[in-house]
């Protein structure tokens, strides 16, 4: 079973606006880390934070995380219609990579 | 080169049929993973494999046989499939074997195989 929920479980809104993704955990982690996927495609690695960190920016994506309540967000600011995609997020457990169910984003132009 | 490729895009077989997937990588990583992906699910791990030994068999049924000729290579073996066994298999890799707890890798991943067992 996957360790990981995400809400919403799809998101639709307009280009230049921001996206705003959740996801909890069960158990304690290393650390978290966030993939996006486009369609039928392969998953790509967005970013990492570790189970020290509270934020993380990288361009225009910020994720936050807080071990006391085990969840996470990912934010995309001024979206894009090119973020259109699937966004995972994924927790270390033992020595497997677990992910959550996925948010689908649409962004329309 | 932060590639990892996978062969063939796509795959259609018969359920008496024996095929094999193919994921390759050339960035030097010791770690190499199978996840299986049904459609508006999250990617499940099936196998891992670090200094190409087999370290993880998440009780995949074994109609899947993996295989890691080198340390760049990575097969999946496919023989005597069921319709449900149709989804996309993705090829991951990471920098290093697995250390247990405290393993902070990322993960590459291919862009996965396409199969549908008639």
């Known amino acids: 079973s996957q360790q990981g929920e995400e809400d919403p479980q799809a998101l639709s809104i307009q280009e230049g606006e921001n996206a705003t993704m959740n996801c909890s955990y069960k158990t304690s982690i290393n650390n978290l880390q966030w993939y996006r996927q486009n369609s039928g495609r392969g998953l790509v690695h967005l970013i990492l934070?570790?189970?020290?960190?509270r934020e993380k920016h990288s361009g225009r994506l910020r994720v936050t995380l807080d071990t006391s309540k085990k969840s996470s967000s990912l934010l995309i600011t001024a979206s894009r219609a090119a973020d259109t995609a699937s966004y995972f997020c994924a927790s270390i457990r033992g020595s497997r990579l677990t992910f959550g169910e996925g948010t689908q984003l649409t962004v329309n132009p | 080169d932060t590639e990892v490729t996978q062969t063939p895009k796509h795959l259609v077989m018969g359920m008496t049929n024996k095929k094999s997937l193919k994921c390759e990588q050339h960035m030097g990583h010791r770690a190499m993973y199978w996840y299986k992906q049904k459609a508006k699910k999250p990617p499940e791990l099936m196998f891992v494999y670090s200094y190409e030994k087999l370290s993880i068999n998440e009780s995949v049924p074994s109609r899947f046989s993996p295989e890691c000729p080198n340390s760049s290579l990575l097969n999946l073996h496919l023989h005597a499939l069921q319709p449900e066994d149709s989804a996309l298999y993705l090829c991951?890799?990471?920098?290093?074997?697995?250390?247990?707890?405290?393993?902070?890798?990322?993960?590459?991943f291919g862009p996965g195989t396409r199969l549908t067992v008639l």
């Open positions: 934070i570790r189970s020290n960190e």
């Open positions: 991951a890799s990471s920098q290093a074997g697995l250390a247990g707890i405290g393993w902070t890798d990322t993960q590459y």
